[in-house]
């Protein structure tokens, strides 16, 4: 079979299967009924899979046809989506990604997503806008946004939410105090000393899941101090005013420590969030990026990895 051929033989299936009819299907790619229902008869026995019945009143899709017409639907919409794509980048015309982004989110996060998207499409910007969760969401809902990086937990119908980053979470203290002499903490030896808290308004439902956590060890949470930022919190602590969990990898301020806690496996959680009829043209790329390399600070793919070999054939 001619790669030429490859992306007509697959609009011929996949309209095959929505019409269960070659006359049908064949009008809808502008084909005669002929040559299409013989297309896909010498495809079938080339690849030693029947794909449809023949029947007196239709197609009746085979259970190994299912198959075949998943993959060209998926492979006609990749195609569509890596076409408007490569089309946007030769004429200049991918506008900014904005970005959405929380205080609370990693600076590597960002870094990575950004060498990542980089590699992806060279020389298109990200606009980054910073804000808490309910803000970024907001932001999202009106269209100020394309995508945001959130911290977990994201309970939003209408949205795509892909984990891209687990970290342990940490007591954060100072670095003369006397739990920084111990390798890890006692959750309930340290519990009583946690006082300094994100604000619970800023993501309300990452503080019910953080009181979930606390009570699944028998601890009650105590909100002595807020902060409303990263920095806030760090202060706190170097200040005196009580211990607090952060995220393992966040960049500490001079005079502080962290340690594990022994028997919890509490982690900070985040997000690419976007919704799901968004419509920059980068997006089906990065989700799919996220995807198949998961964590995006554990791999550098790139996006033709993700396009079957014969198609890239026709990119060239």
Request: charged letters at 20%; one cysteine or more.
């Amino acid at each position: 079979m001619s790669d030429s051929l490859t992306f007509r033989l697959l609009r011929y299936i996949s309209a095959s299967a929505e019409t269960l009819n070659f006359t049908r299907a064949a009008g809808q790619v502008f084909v005669a009924q002929s040559s299409l229902s013989h297309q896909i008869g010498k495809l079938e026995d080339g690849i030693d899979v029947v794909i449809f019945e023949r029947q007196q009143n239709g197609l009746k899709l085979t259970a190994a046809g299912r198959i075949i017409v998943s993959y060209a639907e998926n492979a006609l919409r990749d195609w569509e989506q890596a076409l408007a794509m490569a089309r946007a980048v030769q004429r200049n015309e991918v506008p900014p990604l904005r970005l959405g982004f929380s205080s609370f989110v990693n600076a590597k996060l960002l870094e990575s997503f950004r060498a990542a998207y980089e590699g992806m499409f060279s020389g298109c910007s990200i606009q980054l806008l910073s804000g808490d969760p309910l803000l970024s969401m907001q932001r999202l809902d009106a269209g100020q946004l394309d995508c945001a990086l959130l911290p977990m937990p994201i309970d939003a119908p209408g949205y795509s939410v892909h984990q891209i980053s687990q970290a342990p979470l940490v007591v954060c203290m100072r670095s003369d105090d006397p739990l920084a002499e111990r390798a890890q903490l006692d959750v309930h030896e340290v519990a009583p000393r946690l006082a300094v808290f994100r604000d619970p308004e800023l993501h309300p439902a990452a503080h019910s899941r953080l009181v979930e956590m606390f009570a699944e060890v028998g601890i009650p949470i105590r909100l002595a101090c807020i902060a409303r930022t990263p920095s806030e919190i760090q202060w706190m602590v170097k200040e005196g005013y009580g211990l607090a969990l952060i995220d393992q990898l966040s960049p500490l301020e001079p005079g502080l420590v962290t340690r594990p806690i022994a028997g919890v496996n509490w982690t900070a959680d985040t997000a690419f969030v976007h919704a799901k009829r968004a419509g920059h043209v980068a997006l089906p790329f990065i989700e799919r990026y996220i995807q198949e390399s998961g964590p995006l600070s554990r791999s550098r793919r790139q996006l033709v990895k993700s396009i079957p070999p014969e198609q890239l054939q026709l990119l060239a």
